[in-house]
């Protein structure tokens, strides 16, 4: 028994260590950089360059995150409150879902090969629809990358409703409009609050659609990498612009803690018979068509401009592109780096939140050290991923890890740890408590049962992790950006280095072999889920059947 504990602590301790190595002390060193200097000379910073930044970043955030939250509160209503065919409202949620598979820096390359002067809308309609540059690219890039995971969050919460309160409040004399606040808007107020600051804060901390499509506007994202990366680096300038990012995390923080207290529970949620109206479900197949179409229409040049011999000026089809990307060995090399990264990621980021989460949801006498564990995946999900790659620049540079993969690795496990652990938390909760006592009993050591107890009965919730760290890892920019060597090189930073050179045939396809790899593991993942089900669903049916026999032959008896 004493064993057993002393193994619980030093795996507590080990991930504790790994986080205050790899998460407190990078942070703590921006914190000595932007203060090395003395004479307040740092606080030059406030001009106007910082503050143009910051303005258009908070605005321009704001208003997509709106629009977002909006569109994903329809979307989700259509598709809990109508009568639409559920196939059809199937294919529209993969096609709104598709974005997510693609950096953000690849938006605005598509936003401007589909909308710009030489685009394909353009050469269709015979004239530039509006200019993709600034305002509108900004705002339409930011609207792609931030609907996917909003309607998610706000269709997850609405499937558990009590829908019955809503006819309930009709026939009470309600109007539409109270009855639709009272017992849809008012249950979900935690959901869409979460899910605007989501989206919110996705806009605020991405660097890849502004350096796209951003042209002259400046951005925070943008100050920060010319702050390190320009042609005359100012670390202190740039570690100053990287604390100014943390502001709206620590406000989103507070904000979710307070909205905590409004979380609706039902005891036992039930649906009705959704009312046919013509009208309203053709309303809303027609929200879901123009949104499915305008996604569709955007993406589109990803696989045409490939296809062609020289957009816009050779428009004959031909495979030489594909040729010439397969023959060009830095390439080839970035596509690996890549894809290695995201397996080192995703299978050491699944380790790792797995047995955080197996702690804190199954061992109660560290109880401490499980809260502080908790805190820091709260932390980590409010850490913008350019302040990480900053911190880990400040703290690593001329050590072993600088200008190595595993670097890259460690800063994606800590960008994206907050939701793989809380993943893993909430499938470890829901299991029998009294599992490893019995176990005990038995004669088994923790390491047993969980080997084999706990990971098999986790196990669509151990791909599903390993799924999230490996699609991220593939698409990541952000953290990525400033830790990236010429060995080193990962898509989304070759992505930007092309974009310099104009090279947007590579461009695209780095991008259409990236959407290639995390299709195919989307494909995995969705057959080794449905594998696991059968399973488990032929294991049910024989313990029913064996059920069955026992009490015929009880009554026999």
Same mark, same amino acid.
Not at 519 to 530: A, C, D, N, V
């Given at each position: ?229 320009? &042609? *005359?680096? %100012?670390?202190?300038? @740039? ?6 990012? /943390? +502001?709206?995390?620590?406000? #989103?923080? =507070? ?122 995946? &709260? *932390?980590? %999900?409010?850490?913008? @991923? ?6 880990? /620049? +400040?703290?690593?540079?001329? #050590?072993? =890890? ?122 995995? &993942? ?32």
């Amino acid at each position: 028994m004493s064993i057993t504990f002393s193994l619980k602590k030093i795996i507590s301790w080990a991930v504790l260590a790994f986080f205050f190595l790899f998460l407190a002390y990078p942070i703590i060193q921006i914190v000595i950089t932007v203060f090395s200097q003395t004479g307040g000379d740092s606080l030059h910073i406030f001009n106007q360059s910082w503050r143009s930044s910051f303005t258009n970043s908070l605005n321009y955030s704001l208003a997509a995150t709106s629009c977002s939250t909006v569109l994903g509160f329809f979307l989700a209503y259509g598709n809990n409150f109508t009568r639409i065919n559920r196939r059809f409202l199937k294919i529209n949620e993969s096609i709104l879902q598709f974005p997510m598979l693609l950096p953000t820096i690849t938006y605005g390359f598509v936003l401007i090969y589909a909308f710009g002067k030489q685009g394909l809308w353009s050469k269709i309609f015979q004239q530039e629809l509006f200019h993709i540059y600034g305002s509108i690219g900004i705002l339409l890039g930011f609207i792609i990358y931030t609907l996917p995971p909003i309607y998610i969050l706000i269709n997850n919460s609405m499937k558990y409703l009590d829908t019955q309160l809503f006819i309930v409040s009709r026939l009470m004399g309600d109007s539409w409009y109270r009855s639709l606040y009272k017992t849809i808007l008012n249950p979900l107020t935690r959901v869409l609050a979460v899910a605007f600051l989501q989206g919110f804060f996705m806009s605020f901390t991405d660097f890849g659609i502004p350096s796209a499509v951003g042209g002259q506007t400046p951005f925070i994202t943008t100050l920060l990498y010319e702050g390190f990366m320009g &042609t *005359i680096p %100012n670390f202190q300038f @740039g570690s100053l612009v990287a604390l100014t990012m /943390l +502001l709206p995390s620590i406000i #989103s923080i =507070l904000i979710l803690n307070h909205l905590q207290k409004k979380v609706v529970r039902y005891e036992r949620p039930r649906q009705v018979v959704i009312k046919k109206n013509t009208v309203r479900d053709w309303c809303f197949k027609l929200l879901f068509v123009s949104l499915s179409l305008f996604i569709l229409g955007v993406f589109a040049v990803l696989i045409i401009i490939p296809m062609v011999t020289n957009w816009p000026y050779e428009l004959s089809p031909t495979l030489n592109n594909f040729a010439r990307f397969i023959q060009d060995d830095s390439l080839v090399s970035t596509l690996k780096n890549s894809l290695m990264m995201a397996l080192l990621t995703a299978g050491l980021g699944t380790i790792i939140a797995y047995s955080a989460a197996i702690l804190t949801s199954r061992e109660h006498k560290i109880y401490k050290i499980n809260q502080i564990i908790d805190s820091i995946a &709260t *932390i980590t %999900n409010s850490i913008p @991923g350019m302040v990480l790659g900053v911190a880990y /620049l +400040l703290l690593f540079s001329g #050590s072993q =890890l600088h200008n190595t993969l595993m670097i890259l690795v460690i800063v994606t496990i800590i960008h994206y740890f907050s939701t793989p652990y809380q993943m893993a938390k909430e499938a470890l909760q829901k299991m029998n408590l009294n599992w490893e006592s019995t176990a005990k009993l038995m004669g088994d050591s923790w390491l047993k049962t969980v080997w084999r107890i706990l990971i098999p009965n986790s196990k669509v919730t151990i791909v599903d992790i390993f799924a999230y760290y490996f699609f991220n890892s593939m698409v990541t920019i952000s953290a990525v950006i400033f830790l990236t060597s010429a060995n080193t090189m990962v898509i989304t930073a070759r992505l930007k280095e092309l974009q310099h050179f104009g090279r947007f045939n590579d461009i695209f396809m780095l991008s259409l072999f990236l959407l290639l790899i995390n299709l195919i593991m989307q494909g995995l &993942t969705q057959l080794i889920k449905k594998m696991s089900f059968s399973r488990f669903s032929t294991r049910q049916a024989k313990k029913g059947l064996n059920a069955k026999v026992t009490t015929i032959h009880r009554k026999k008896a």
